[in-house]
Structure formats: C-alpha cells, structure tokens
C-alpha cells in the first residue's frame, strides 16, 4: 500500500529559521510561493527583470535575481519550465548549491534523464502536485488542499524528508494527502498520461467529432454532445468524487447498458501496444532526447504541429457553441 503523508506527519518548525527561494513566477511558482508565504514560510522570488517579477513584487513578496535567489536560499524550489531548467540550474543556481541546501522541484524530469546532477551535499527533493497552478492555489485559499507526489532523490543533509513534508504542508500539499512516490515513478507516470492517455482522449474525441460531421450531423450538435456542453467535464469530475463505474449510477439505465456491452469493441486489442510503445519511449529515455533536441533546435516540430491543431476546423466553431451553452 503507498504511503500517504497528511499535514500530522510534517513538522512546520523544520523551516522556521530556513528561506525558500521560488524561482519562476508562472503556474506553479505563483500558487506556490502565495500559499508557502500565507502558511508563514520566509519566501523570496528569483526571476527575469521584467513583468513578471513586478507582479510577484506587487503582490508583497521579496524579488530578486535567479542568482541572488539561488544565494538566498535554503531551499531552492526550481518553478520554470522544465526545458530551461537545465542552463539556469547550470549558470545561476549550482555556484551557489553549499552543503546542506535543498534543490526542490515539481515534476522530476530533469534529474531522473540526468539533465540536472546537483552535488551529492545537496538534498534533492519533490513536492508535485497533482493539479495546475491556479487549482494548486485556491484549494488553499478555500482551506483545501491538493493531492500531491512527494519524494527525495537525494538526502544530502540527512534532513530531506522532514524538508520535504514540511514544504508539502506549507503549500496545502499534506491536507488531503501526499503520496510517497520517486522521480522516475512521478515522472514516467506524468509521461505516460501526457503521452498515452491524453493523445487517445483527443484523437477519439476528434476523430469521433470529423466522423460524425462526415456522417451528415451538424457540427455544432456534435460539438455539443462531445465536450463542449461540459457534461464530459462533470463526468471526469465525479470520477475523481464517486469512482470510474459507480459514476455511471448517475446515468440512465439506456447510457449504462450502451456503455457495458460495448465498452470492449470501442478500442482494438492493438491498443495496448500502444501502450507498451509509449512507455518504451519514457522509460529508455527516447522522448527525454528527442525534446532535448527539439529544444536545442528552437522547437520547429512542436510550432509545426501546435499551428496544425489550432488550424482545424473545431476551433472557431467551439466558441460559437460555448456561446449557445452560455446563454
Ligand atoms: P511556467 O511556464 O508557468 O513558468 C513560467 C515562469 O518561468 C515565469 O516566471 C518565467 O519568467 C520563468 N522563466 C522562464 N524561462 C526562464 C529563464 N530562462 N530564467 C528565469 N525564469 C524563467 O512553468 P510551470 O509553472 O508550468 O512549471 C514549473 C514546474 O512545475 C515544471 O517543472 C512543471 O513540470 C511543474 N508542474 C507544472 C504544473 C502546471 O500546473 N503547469 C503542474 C505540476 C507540475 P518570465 O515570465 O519572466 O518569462
């Protein structure tokens, strides 16, 4: 049975006297650094000198430098995006990694592919949480929290984990639940819904709104039924509440016989090779290096294929379904 560490397994003391530096100010960095300083935890922000770091600074906290940040710290908690982490982590923030420190991050990438290799002093640690950062903080403002993955690559100070859980509580992390997790599980199981999960979602929803538009239905009623109603969206939502099949309770006896009975024939056997395919790429580190490349050549290929779906028909016609269902 995983692990789960609730706000009673974390000891706020551990960062009494400690500084948390958030470099990046975006999704996580924000929600993060809001909820670590309402929780009474020391922040200060390392980022660009531009708009960004004027909010941070507008909104009461400490800003600075990466390297100054970096300096700062005690806990260094990397927020940016995880294909810049690795020249930052390089310039900015390993001159000033001393024995004792913390490196904290939200997604295990860069260390599980070896991108990033701090010191063997330094504490590696995780805190992910498992939603994005604006739901990361109005759990917190709400009084709830988020389900999070914690885990330490490297305990450098002998004091990783209790840095950990107590970074897990300040950000709302241990309210509902931290699961006990590593860099390669997180990372390989993002991956996996990323790269599986997702794409087939999209591509049977697509392809079921291209097939039905081919079959004489408007595309407006399509687009309705498939997505832009939200009825998909509170029907993932009492997933996560009820459960996969005691959901289907909230169904009529038609819709879950439909379902039942023909749940096999929606996708091909074939299907689960591609799931051994997907996982082959996480797991040998085939996509690590092909993004790595993408990057290090200016992203031609995800430009490419970003300008292609937003060139499909669904886009401008979303909007003036939204339109019908907001009204
Ligand atoms: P964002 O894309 O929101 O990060 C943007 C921030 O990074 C901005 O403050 C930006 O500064 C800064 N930044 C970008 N490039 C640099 C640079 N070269 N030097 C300094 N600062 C830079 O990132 P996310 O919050 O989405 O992701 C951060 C981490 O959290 C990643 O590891 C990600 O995998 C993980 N994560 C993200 C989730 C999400 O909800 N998005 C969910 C769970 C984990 P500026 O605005 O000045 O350019």
Excluded at 41 to 61: E, H, K, S
Excluded at 260 to 265: K, N, P
Aim: glycine fraction near 8%; include cysteine.
């Amino acid at each position: 049975m995983a692990k789960i560490y609730t706000d009673s397994d974390a000891d706020p003391s551990v960062l009494e006297d400690s500084t948390v530096a958030v470099v990046g100010y975006g999704n996580q960095g924000r929600a993060q650094a809001l909820n670590l300083r309402d929780s009474g935890v020391n922040v200060v922000i390392g980022g660009l000198p531009d708009a960004t770091l004027d909010q941070a600074r507008d909104n009461g906290l400490p800003t600075m430098s990466v390297a100054e940040a970096a300096a700062a710290g005690d806990i260094i908690c990397l927020l940016i995006p995880d294909d810049v982490q690795q020249p930052v982590y390089r310039n900015e923030i390993l001159p000033h990694l001393s024995p004792g420190k913390a490196l904290d991050f939200a997604h295990g990438y860069n260390v599980h592919y070896g991108f990033i290799a701090p010191p063997k002093e330094i504490d590696v640690i995780m805190v992910a949480p498992r939603m994005i950062g604006v739901g990361v903080r109005h759990a917190y403002t709400a009084g709830r929290g988020v389900p999070a993955f914690v885990a330490v690559q490297q305990d450098g100070s002998g004091k990783a984990w209790p840095k950990t859980l107590a970074l897990a509580r300040a950000m709302g992390g241990t309210r509902t639940g931290a699961i006990e997790s590593t860099f390669a599980e997180e990372t390989e199981l993002d991956h996996f819904s990323e790269q599986f999960v997702w794409p087939a979602v999209f591509r049977v929803l697509v392809g079921a709104f291209d097939f039905l538009v081919e079959k004489g239905y408007q595309p407006e009623a399509a687009l309705m039924e498939l997505w832009v109603s939200g009825e998909a969206a509170e029907v993932l939502q009492r997933m996560a509440e009820v459960g996969i099949f005691q959901q289907m309770a909230f169904h009529s006896p038609t819709s879950q016989y439909g379902t039942l009975t023909r749940m096999e024939r929606a996708l091909p056997q074939e299907t689960r090779e591609c799931m051994e395919a997907a996982l082959k790429d996480i797991r040998g580190g085939v996509f690590a290096e092909e993004w790595e490349t993408e990057r290090a050549s200016g992203y031609p290929v995800f430009t490419r294929l970003r300008d292609q779906v937003l060139r499909h028909p669904v886009n401008g016609l979303e909007e003036a379904v939204r339109q019908l269902v907001r009204e």
